[in-house]
């Protein structure tokens, strides 16, 4: 694994004083943080914290209130509709539900973003979507309808999608939340190769603590819309903050609230 | 004061949605077609069209026969009875045939565009084709949109025909009205420029209508199924009294004497 933080001028993307807003909750306010370049970043959190808004972020799907989220230097939020899709054609994202087409088959789906942004022969495309299938280890499932796949299937078919045009940045989005150790194991091991053989940049979004300590390089730690902690998987078990401490040790007790904010009940006095 | 609050939160967001819904019907209409586009229209066409043609003929069918029989018995009182064509052919023409093919196509076509678009929308399929690098608007609002501005006119002329005939079995072949005078009457009766023109061009806004609330509603739905049952119920209920609200003004202004 790679701890070594390399300089800020290898970073990808840079998040600078992002505030967003969803109604009146406030998501994210003034954060500011760095994915640099061929690393594995991950951002954790507790749920509803705000981790898959970040990716819509990121990718454009969302504008935020204030800040600048910046690919290579350029704007997100203010660049045309046709560029922000060229940027998205350098970006794979893995959903959570994997959200293949159900109307296509396994080839088709990993064949839609080549026939969108290439002009590639029939041939070429085929020996591609083999290839990337071999990649995630499902070369022979490319008749298969998304129906017919398992969830862990399902998710390896999305990520063979995801890096079809070999994107230069890939976003997983809770990648493993609701599989089993072997299929974690098996993602787990796929992220981290991918990385290496692609030289990809990785984003992860999870709240699974043990898995993504041991994939990541750099993580960053979110609740309450600030960045709690940051810092290298050693780093962060030495963490000072209390919120990073009850957040890695999985404790109820901590400045995170277990219970939803609501009325106190009324007190003895009152009820007599 | 709150329910003050209330309503003006409520229009703020009914005309943020019309803005929106405008600026999507914009960005589709006045988009280049690709060759992609077009086969996907193609692909589109019989999905919604060919596959409504069952719907859309039986309907044609009933609707004339009730109206040959209708005809015949209002006409016979007053020894009119060789009116029968004229009255059935103006009836669909005019007025029927546009706003009972579009009622039904909403029920038919539109609901299930809404519940398409929702469900790919809930199941982040939009998302994920966005994030791909390829505009859902074009790659699955447009050719839907487009398919149901051209087959909701060619379901309606169907439509008509069909109504024609049955207005014909009931009354020629049933009930003994001379064959003769049921065509002829229709023939002199009818003018293409007045009577057909108009009824098509009631039918293409129509389809426009109907159409367009469908993919709105499946683009804006809340991606819960609650909220795909919300509007897909919107949908149908949207484009029904649209396409009545819109034939009265229609029909004012092309054969209602407003000049």
Same mark, same amino acid.
């Given at each position: 694994?790679?701890?070594?933080?390399?300089?800020?001028?290898?970073?990808?993307?840079?998040?600078?004083? *992002?505030?967003?807003?969803?109604?009146?909750?406030?998501?994210?306010?003034?954060?500011?943080?760095?994915?640099?370049?061929?690393?594995?970043?991950?951002?954790?959190?507790?749920?509803?914290?705000?981790? =898959? =808004?970040?990716?819509? *972020?990121?990718?454009?799907?969302? @504008?935020?209130?204030?800040?600048?989220?910046?690919?290579?230097?350029?704007? #997100?939020?203010?660049?045309?509709?046709?560029?922000?899709?060229?940027?998205?054609?350098?970006?794979?994202?893995?959903?959570?539900?994997?959200?293949?087409?159900?109307?296509?088959?396994?080839?088709?789906?990993?064949?839609?973003?080549?026939?969108?942004?290439?002009?590639?022969?029939?041939?070429?495309?085929?020996? #591609?979507?083999?290839?990337? *299938?071999?990649?995630?280890?499902?070369?022979?499932?490319?008749?298969?309808?998304?129906?017919?796949?398992?969830?862990?299937?399902?998710?390896?078919?999305?990520?063979?999608?995801?890096?079809?045009?070999?994107?230069?940045? #890939?976003?997983?989005?809770?990648?493993?939340?609701?599989?089993?150790?072997?299929?974690?194991?098996?993602?787990?091991?796929?992220?981290? /190769?991918?990385?290496? $053989?692609?030289? *990809?940049?990785?984003?992860?979004?999870?709240?699974?603590?043990?898995?993504?300590?041991? #994939?990541?390089?750099?993580?960053?730690?979110?609740?309450?819309?600030?960045?709690?902690?940051?810092?290298?998987?050693?780093?962060?078990?030495?963490?000072? /903050?209390?919120? @990073?401490?009850?957040?890695?040790?999985?404790?109820?007790?901590?400045?995170?609230?277990?219970?939803?904010?609501?009325? $106190?009940?009324?007190?003895?006095?009152?009820? /007599? | 004061?709150?329910?003050?609050?209330?309503?003006?939160?409520?229009?703020?967001?009914?005309?943020?949605?019309?803005?929106?819904?405008?600026?999507?019907?914009?960005?589709?209409?006045?988009?280049?077609?690709?060759?992609?586009?077009?086969?996907?229209?193609?692909?589109?066409?019989?999905?919604?069209?060919?596959? %409504?043609?069952?719907?859309?003929?039986?309907?044609?069918?009933?609707?004339?026969?009730?109206?040959?029989?209708?005809?015949?018995?209002?006409?016979?009182?007053?020894?009119?009875?060789?009116?029968? &064509?004229?009255? !059935?052919?103006?009836?669909?023409?005019?007025?029927?045939?546009?706003?009972?093919?579009?009622?039904?196509?909403?029920?038919?076509?539109?609901s299930?565009l809404t519940a398409e678009i929702g469900l790919m929308k809930a199941t982040?399929?939009l998302? %994920?084709?966005?994030?791909? &690098?390829?505009?859902?608007?074009?790659?699955?609002?447009?050719?839907?949109?487009?398919?149901?501005?051209?087959?909701?006119?060619?379901?309606?002329?169907?439509?008509?025909?069909?109504?024609?005939?049955?207005?014909?079995?009931?009354?020629?072949?049933?009930?003994?009205?001379?064959?003769?005078?049921?065509?002829?009457?229709?023939?002199?009766?009818?003018?293409? &420029?007045?009577? !057909?023109?108009?009824?098509?061009?009631?039918?293409?806004?129509?389809?426009?209508?109907?159409?367009?609330?469908a993919v709105?509603q499946g683009y804006a739905c809340e991606p819960t199924s609650?909220g795909i049952a919300t509007s897909t119920?919107?949908t149908?209920?949207? %484009?029904?009294?649209?396409?009545?609200?819109?034939?009265?003004?229609?029909?004012?202004?092309?054969?209602?004497?407003?000049?």
């Open positions: 694994m790679n701890n070594q933080i390399p300089s800020q001028s290898q970073s990808l993307i840079e998040i600078k004083n *992002l505030s967003f807003k969803r109604g009146e909750r406030i998501i994210y306010d003034n954060v500011s943080l760095t994915i640099r370049r061929g690393q594995i970043t991950a951002i954790m959190g507790p749920s509803g914290t705000g981790k =898959t =808004t970040l990716l819509r *972020l990121i990718g454009g799907q969302l @504008v935020p209130d204030q800040g600048q989220v910046l690919l290579d230097g350029k704007d #997100i939020a203010t660049m045309s509709r046709s560029d922000l899709f060229a940027a998205r054609a350098r970006m794979g994202m893995l959903f959570q539900s994997g959200a293949l087409f159900t109307d296509m088959t396994t080839y088709e789906n990993v064949a839609f973003p080549l026939r969108a942004h290439t002009k590639l022969p029939e041939h070429l495309i085929a020996e #591609i979507v083999a290839l990337k *299938l071999e990649s995630v280890g499902l070369r022979g499932a490319e008749q298969l309808m998304p129906s017919e796949l398992s969830g862990g299937m399902n998710r390896r078919v999305a990520l063979a999608r995801a890096i079809a045009l070999d994107p230069e940045l #890939i976003m997983y989005d809770e990648p493993f939340a609701g599989q089993d150790p072997i299929v974690m194991g098996v993602l787990s091991r796929l992220i981290r /190769s991918l990385r290496e $053989a692609l030289d *990809l940049t990785t984003i992860i979004v999870s709240h699974d603590v043990a898995e993504t300590l041991s #994939i990541a390089d750099y993580i960053y730690v979110v609740a309450e819309g600030k960045v709690q902690g940051e810092g290298t998987p050693a780093e962060l078990r030495e963490h000072a /903050s209390p919120f @990073v401490r009850q957040f890695l040790t999985g404790s109820i007790e901590g400045p995170v609230d277990y219970q939803f904010s609501h009325q $106190a009940y009324l007190s003895d006095e009152v009820r /007599s | 004061m709150n329910a003050i609050a209330l309503l003006g939160r409520r229009v703020i967001e009914r005309v943020r949605g019309i803005g929106v819904a405008t600026v999507m019907l914009l960005q589709i209409l006045f988009s280049m077609p690709t060759k992609l586009g077009i086969s996907l229209f193609i692909y589109q066409m019989h999905r919604i069209g060919v596959m %409504s043609l069952l719907i859309i003929g039986v309907s044609g069918l009933f609707i004339g026969l009730v109206l040959g029989l209708q005809g015949y018995s209002i006409l016979v009182n007053v020894g009119s009875e060789a009116m029968l &064509g004229t009255m !059935v052919s103006l009836t669909l023409l005019r007025e029927l045939a546009p706003v009972v093919a579009a009622l039904l196509f909403a029920g038919r076509a539109g299930a982040e399929q998302s %994920s084709m966005e994030m791909i &690098g390829v505009d859902p608007l074009k790659r699955i609002v447009s050719p839907r949109l487009w398919a149901g501005i051209v087959s909701l006119p060619m379901l309606t002329v169907i439509f008509a025909a069909i109504g024609i005939l049955g207005g014909k079995m009931v009354g020629v072949d049933f009930l003994g009205v001379d064959e003769g005078s049921y065509w002829s009457g229709m023939q002199s009766s009818v003018q293409f &420029g007045h009577d !057909v023109v108009n009824g098509i061009i009631k039918s293409i806004v129509f389809a426009l209508i109907c159409t367009w609330i709105y609650e119920t919107r149908v209920v949207y %484009s029904s009294l649209c396409v009545l609200g819109f034939d009265f003004v229609l029909t004012a202004v092309m054969f209602g004497g407003v000049q």
